[in-house]
């Protein structure tokens, strides 16, 4: 499967912004999705996840209340809703699929559960 991602850009504090990665190749619904960031200068983190029918999902505490995530498995679409943004949010946005390594929510937590990534969408958050 082929990963997009796109939606990123530059906002100010406070402001929402919305991400999507779309999907081609295979059907979404197969996978278990995540997004992950990068900030300058520090490892890649976790930051959402969400099982293959959308049913579950899963927050690192940096955005839990502010982030949803959410699919659309029909047009092949994971989302992350973004609001409340904070200048520390800045960063590398990466959405990442999963065939069959997501055993637990725990384990949806680790890149290497992930076995394929789309490039990353920059978003910059101004004070």
């Known amino acids: 499967v082929q990963l997009q991602a796109s939606g990123g850009g530059l906002v100010q504090a406070g402001d929402s912004t919305k991400l999507s990665c779309a999907a081609s190749?295979?059907?979404?619904?197969?996978?278990?999705m995540a997004w992950f960031r990068q900030a300058p200068g520090k490892e890649r983190e976790f930051v959402a996840a969400i099982n293959r029918n959308g049913g579950g999902t899963d927050y690192a505490d940096s955005v839990k209340g502010r982030f949803t995530i959410s699919r659309d498995n029909a047009k092949n679409t994971v989302y992350l809703q973004m609001n409340s943004l904070k200048p520390e949010d800045t960063a590398d946005y990466y959405c990442?699929?999963?065939?069959?390594?997501?055993?637990?929510?725990?384990?949806?937590?680790?890149?290497?559960?992930?076995?394929?990534w789309g490039q990353g969408t920059l978003v910059t958050v101004s004070s």
């Open positions: 990442a699929a999963d065939g069959d390594t997501v055993v637990s929510w725990a384990s949806a937590r680790y890149e290497r559960a992930y076995d394929y």
């Open positions: 190749g295979r059907t979404l619904s197969a996978y278990f």
